[in-house]
């Protein structure tokens, strides 16, 4: 059980040992500096000029002509989201954002979309992260999965906290997740899941897993009885404002290529809350850009 106990937050497992480089109002308050704040606010009106207005000069004032794209089925470049506009419209796409959160040039949205069949089902749930060049979006990486109605938690994929606190503790909380996502998550040091995890506190978000350690552990083991173990394989990035934590890594799971997007939300050194959004990568994209 020592080498297979591998799930920890998340839908996580794994017995890889690699190493691992050190209309829509935000809902909750976001406790931030001016300077970031001023980018959140433009990262805002970028969305709202895409999936509020579906304005077309909105949305070449906000993306760069240039803007790369990692989602595998959207080509890169400002033209093909020109092009999406009027289906979204048609649909009546809309959005709600739940938590929005910044590192450096990195803006992170954790999103739920309505009458979203264009990306999978009528309600998804999404994290979409932008990079930042100049006022614009130049960079956007997401992950996606339909909204699930009923959970082992009974909690939502989106509710929680979203209060960002602990500002001068950003960069010791991505140690401490990029720590946990090496010990346990790639299997060198499972055991000190509890040096992560707090044992008092453990909410998840994840619609296979209840809350708690006691949880977890029933989840480690029916997936291991079941011999569908996720894999984590390489964590690509670890952005974090306060006292949230996203990890967007790759690996398997049923012998098919995965991206994994975590967010973790510690207090005291701990982590106490969790949110994942889990989609299959396609072995053909629309540009050459990559998932990550």
């Not at 406790?31 to 077309?56: C, G, P, R, S, V």
């Not at 803007?67 to 048609?90: D, T």
């Not at 964590?235 to 995965?258: D, I, P, R």
Request: net charge negative; with cysteine.
């Amino acid at each position: 059980m020592k080498k297979t106990i591998v799930i920890a937050v998340g839908f996580t497992t794994l017995l890889s040992c690699n190493s691992i480089p050190t209309n829509s109002k935000l809902q909750g308050q976001i406790k931030t500096d001016t300077k970031m704040e001023n980018l959140k606010i433009t990262a805002q009106k970028a969305q709202d000029a895409f999936f509020t207005d579906y304005n077309e000069e909105g949305v070449k004032k906000y993306f760069a002509t240039n803007y790369i794209q990692h989602n595998p089925h959207i080509p890169s470049g400002i033209e093909p989201v020109l092009g999406f506009l009027p289906a979204l419209k048609e649909a009546k796409t809309t959005y709600t954002n739940h938590r929005l959160l910044q590192d450096g040039e990195f803006i992170i949205f954790h999103n739920s979309y309505h009458n979203a069949d264009a990306f999978g089902a009528n309600e998804v749930v999404t994290f979409d992260v932008w990079r930042m060049k100049d006022g614009k979006v130049a960079e956007h990486w997401d992950n996606i999965t339909p909204k699930v109605d009923k959970t082992a938690s009974g909690r939502s994929q989106v509710d929680g906290a979203t209060d960002i606190t602990d500002l001068d503790k950003t960069n010791s909380n991505k140690e401490i997740v990029t720590n946990f996502v090496n010990d346990v998550l790639f299997g060198k040091a499972p055991e000190k899941i509890t040096n992560y995890i707090s044992t008092e506190e453990y909410l998840q978000h994840n619609p296979m897993i209840k809350d708690g350690l006691e949880g977890l552990g029933e989840a480690i083991n029916y997936l291991t009885s079941q011999n569908n173990m996720f894999k984590y394989q390489k964590l690509h990035k670890v952005l974090g404002e306060g006292n949230f934590v996203l990890t967007m890594s790759e690996g398997e799971w049923y012998g098919k290529a995965q991206a994994f997007y975590d967010l973790f939300r510690l207090k005291n050194n701990k982590i106490v809350e969790h949110w994942d959004v889990v989609q299959e990568i396609p072995q053909e994209m629309a540009h050459t850009n990559g998932k990550f």
